[in-house]
């Protein structure tokens, strides 16, 4: 391997995040050592390392980074008095399959819009290394500030390291894997001097375990007055997955769910390899309605969804199922008629300011309004009686300066309605003004 990667540095911290489920990338070292150990090197170095999006088995919230040793290399003991990780959602690809582009020399050219500085500050690495054939155990680790939110369908994933030089003189290897050729490697790296524009590109990384979790998010769950709200989760993976699902009503506040027995504000469901849940909401004939949001965090991927029921003298009339999100966003555009419902929750810390805005079929705007809405707070409304329009066909643009969650659903045939597609955008998608 060439000694430009081997110079390159690594890092730890302390501390793991509760819950998270580990992901080895590449994918076929989780049980195997890599075939390149990584000199942990001196120098003030950035390193950026792409990752294919099929190392990944849907969208992730990363919390962390972990790192081992190199079996057999000895232990690894390293200081730095700067060391930042930004992780962002890339165009280029570590290989050049089907016609693939691999990472640019430039550092600049690999950075993707949605860049987020996910750990800042200083770390020090020690681990006493393991023998072969190992793999060692993932001892290094680092929590992150910031969760970053990954979704593979939307390109690859950019880890940047950009470090300080080391505090007297770092010993010990990390684990890496180098590929022969451009159509093998499932991870690439870009690696140079940070006051420089480019590096050198090397069919190599680090082997790396990301802390990851899956989050999906429902806008609306709603029991009493007739209806009730069925929560459906798909255990896809070949091992167990455990969900953390916890309830909030309108204001954001714990809201107590009756499933049978005491109602709850959170639950926790443990799904075997190819294990389901599918559980109605319990109200009473007589409950009043009660609203608000769920939020699931789920060790690993699954299938989530929330089946929407209305019933009249015990028998259900109509229903609809919408599948969670697995990330908030800032604009929403959908179909929309005066019946219309729409619902929103703000899953931030900070408070949202909403806009729902409704256009006829021909693209007029007919009226909009403007809501705030506080952290981990909830709203539900049906479009006509929201804006005062007595009827409308068209479609309706939903826009937030913080990301929120969004559904709607159509009601032209009360009690039957259905589920309208979620309409989510990506951040600073233009939308058409009305006239």
């Known amino acids: 391997m060439s000694k430009g990667l081997t110079n390159t540095l690594f890092l730890l911290a302390c501390c793991s995040p509760a819950f998270a489920d580990l992901l080895v990338v ?17 120098n003030t170095t950035r390193t950026q390392q792409v990752i294919g999006g099929g190392q990944f088995p849907g969208p992730v919230i990363i919390t962390g980074l972990r790192f081992r040793s190199a079996t057999g290399t000895g232990p690894v003991n390293a200081t730095y008095s700067s060391y930042k990780v930004i992780l962002s959602t890339t165009t280029a690809f570590p290989n050049t399959i089907h016609g693939h582009t691999l990472p640019s020399t ?4 690999n950075v993707g819009p949605d860049a987020t500085t996910v750990f800042d500050g200083p770390v020090t690495a020690s681990s006493p290394g393991c023998a072969a054939p190992g793999p060692c155990p993932f001892d290094l680790e680092l929590p992150f500030s910031t969760p970053f939110s990954y979704d593979p369908t939307k390109g690859r994933l950019l880890v940047d390291f950009v470090s300080s030089a080391a505090t007297g003189t770092p010993s010990g290897s990390l684990d890496g894997v180098v590929f022969p050729d451009s159509t093998s490697s499932s991870v690439a790296v870009v690696v140079g001097d940070p006051s420089t524009p480019a590096g050198k590109l090397f069919l190599a990384g680090f082997v790396l375990g990301l802390e990851t979790t899956s989050n999906y998010y429902f806008p609306q769950i709603a029991f009493g007055a007739g209806w009730q709200t069925t929560m459906t989760y798909v255990n896809y993976s070949p091992g167990s997955v455990t969900c953390q699902t916890s309830f909030y009503d309108d204001s954001g506040n714990a809201l107590a769910v009756p499933f049978g027995g005491l109602p709850v504000n959170s639950r926790s469901d443990q799904l075997s390899a190819g294990g389901t849940l599918h559980q109605q909401t319990m109200a009473g004939p007589g409950a009043v309605l009660a609203q608000g949001w ?35 966003a800032n604009e929403f555009v959908t179909f929309a008629e005066s019946h219309t419902g729409i619902a929103y929750a703000n899953p931030t810390s ?6 729902v805005t409704v256009l006829s079929n021909t693209g007029s705007a007919l009226g909009s309004k403007a809501i705030q809405v506080p952290a981990n707070a909830h709203g539900a409304a049906n479009l006509g009686p929201l804006l005062g329009l007595n009827t409308f066909i068209g479609s309706v643009q939903i826009t937030s300066d913080v990301p929120i969650v969004c559904l709607s659903l159509n009601a032209e045939a009360f009690p039957v309605f259905s589920a309208l597609p979620p309409g989510d955008l990506p951040n600073g998608t233009p939308l058409a003004p009305g006239h």
Not at 312 to 326: C, I, R, Y
Not at 350 to 355: D, E, I, L, Q, R
């Open 26 to 42: 590449p994918n076929v070292q989780a049980t195997a050592a890599g075939n390149q150990p990584i000199a942990l090197g001196s």
């Open 106 to 109: 430039t550092f600049a050219t």
């Open 294 to 328: 769920a939020l699931a965090v789920c060790s690993g991927p699954v299938k989530a969804s929330m089946l929407y029921r209305f019933y009249k003298d015990g028998l259900p009339q109509g229903e609809a199922g919408v599948n969670a999100m697995t990330a908030p």
């Open 350 to 355: 900070a408070t949202a300011s909403v806009t």
